[in-house]
Nanobody, 118 residues
Framework: QVQLVESGGGLVQAGGSLRLSCAASGRTFSVYRMGWFRQPPGKVREFVAAISWSGVNTYYADSVKGRFTISRDNAKNTVYLQMNSLKPEDMAVYYC???????????WGQGTQVTVSS
C-alpha cells in the first residue's frame, strides 16, 4: 500500500504561481513513477506531468509544458508540482498518483483544489 497526501492548492490570480506537494508513505520503495493529474469542473481527469522515481525522466502534457515543473525529494518521499503563469483553464482538482511498475496508476491522493481567477 502507498498513501498519498496532496497539499498546496488554493486561490491565485491568473499569471500567478502555486506549488503543490504530494507526500508519499507506505511502500514507497516500490514506486516506479509518480504523476500529477487534474480534473477541471465538468470534465474528465487528465494527465498533467509525471516523473520517474529516480527523477531522471519527466513527462508533461502539452498544455503545461514550459509553465509547470515536476520534481521530487526522495529523502522526504515528496513530489512537487511548481505551477507558474497560471491560467483560468488550469483551474481544477489536482491529484497525485503512484505507479508501482504495472504501467497503471494504482494509488491516488484525495486531491487539492486549485482555483485561478481571471
Amino acid at each position: 500500500q502507498v498513501q498519498l497526501v496532496e497539499s498546496g492548492g488554493g486561490l491565485v490570480q491568473a499569471g500567478g504561481s502555486l506549488r503543490l506537494s504530494c507526500a508519499a508513505s507506505g511502500r514507497t520503495f516500490s514506486v516506479y513513477r509518480m504523476g500529477w493529474f487534474r480534473q477541471p469542473p465538468g470534465k474528465v481527469r487528465e494527465f498533467v506531468a509525471a516523473i520517474s522515481w529516480s527523477g531522471v525522466n519527466t513527462y508533461y502534457a502539452d498544455s503545461v509544458k514550459g509553465r509547470f515543473t515536476i520534481s521530487r525529494d526522495n529523502a522526504k518521499n515528496t513530489v512537487y508540482l511548481q505551477m507558474n503563469s497560471l491560467k483560468p483553464e488550469d483551474m481544477a482538482v489536482y491529484y497525485c498518483a503512484a505507479d508501482l511498475g504495472s504501467a497503471s496508476w494504482t494509488y491516488w491522493g484525495q486531491g487539492t483544489q486549485v482555483t485561478v481567477s481571471s
